[in-house]
Nanobody
């Protein structure tokens, strides 16, 4: 079992920045893969960024160069640093951990609007 607690969403103007955090209930080095997914109404969740247990990172094309995923293994926490936010980044962002099966956090709303 893995419990995930997210924080850091909110309202920001276009061009602004936000940082999301996801804290896991167990050592994240024991988790195969952790990442952030976004979802807008009526659409499936889409991968934004992931980080494997070995440290390899992956990004969707739409966020490359603007978002950065990182982790602090001492805090069992994965971060998503979001810069130069666009209106189209507006979504609920979910943290996901894979350890045998996927586990999801409760989601945090990110709204980019002027």
């Amino acid at each position: 079992q893995v419990q995930l607690v997210e924080s850091g969403g909110g309202l920001v103007q276009p061009g602004g920045s936000l940082n999301l955090s996801c804290t896991a209930s167990r050592n994240i080095l024991e988790i195969y893969d952790m990442g952030w997914y976004s979802q807008t109404p009526g659409k499936a969740r889409e991968m934004v960024a992931t980080i494997a247990s070995g440290g390899d990172t992956y990004y969707s094309d739409s966020v490359k160069g603007r978002f950065a995923i990182s982790r602090d293994v001492r805090k069992n926490t994965v971060y998503l640093q979001m810069k130069n936010l666009r209106v189209e980044d507006t979504a609920v962002y979910f943290c996901r951990a894979v350890r045998g099966r996927p586990y999801w956090g409760q989601g945090t709303q990110v709204t980019v609007s002027s």
